[in-house]
């Protein structure tokens, strides 16, 4: 896998990373969705430096002129909840983006150190030869990235695959990194050292879903 860590440069981004993390000014829901919608346009500005580009015209009102086009047929496929601030920002890049979207969550059995992902809804166009971007902003066991991918086999082998995550803990990576093949890129904006016992990552931002949309009741 070709992990391409955004945070090793000094950018805009860091500023947008220290307001989701920062435990006074993530409770604003409306600005921690703004912030993960806005790493969702940077990663996408980032990835689209991987696309295949075609050279086309264009006719202007004056003359006409050649520019490069990108020519990937994109499917970007958001695992819910978390996902879907960082899906619109994908998709305020990726204009002509088809869509998909699955629900992954963890649900707790005996504790709640214990838990497995369930996979419920997927709703997902033929990714037969396109270009799969997974976007989910965190990336903690990796279980729910790969529950996911497993999830989408049926609907066709994707040309290439793209991971999008806003944190990701080291094992996370590693667990993604064995279970994806080294074609598949990883954009993510930040690598923290570890999980708590709890599978959170740690120092992390907390419960992504519940500061986007608020607390939901364990099942
Ligand atoms: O890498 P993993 O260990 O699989 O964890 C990451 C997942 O956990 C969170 O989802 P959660 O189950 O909290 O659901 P939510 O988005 O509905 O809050 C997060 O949004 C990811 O989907
Ligand atoms: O730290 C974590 C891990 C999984 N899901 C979250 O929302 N936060
Ligand atoms: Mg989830």
Not at 129 to 137: E, Q, V
Request: hydrophobic share 40%; charged share 20%; glycine share 6%.
């Amino acid at each position: 896998m070709q992990i391409h860590n955004l945070s090793l440069e000094n950018t805009i981004l860091n500023v947008f990373m220290s307001e989701l993390r920062d435990k006074t000014i993530q409770t604003d829901n409306m600005r921690f969705r703004r912030n993960i919608e806005r790493i969702g346009e940077i990663l996408a500005y980032e990835l689209s430096k991987s696309l295949q580009f075609k050279k086309q015209s264009v006719e202007t009102p004056l003359d006409s002129t050649t520019v490069n086009l990108p020519e990937n047929d994109i499917v970007i496929c958001s695992i819910l909840r978390a996902g879907i601030p960082l899906h619109n920002g994908l998709l305020n890049y990726f204009d002509a983006a088809e869509n998909a979207f699955i629900s992954a969550y963890r649900q707790h059995k005996s504790s709640p150190e214990s838990f497995e992902i369930v996979v419920e809804y997927l709703a997902c166009p033929s990714l037969e030869n396109k270009t799969l971007i997974l976007a989910d902003p965190m990336l903690a066991t990796g279980q729910s990235m790969v529950a996911t991918f497993e999830a989408l086999k049926p609907f066709g082998t994707p040309k290439e695959i793209h991971l999008v995550s806003v944190i990701g803990a080291q094992q996370g990576v590693d667990y993604v990194n064995n279970h994806f093949n080294e074609d598949t890129h990883l954009w993510i904006s930040t690598i923290d050292e570890k999980l708590n016992e709890k599978g959170y990552i740690v120092p992390g931002l907390g419960d992504a879903g519940d500061l986007c949309f608020g607390e939901k009741l364990q099942q």
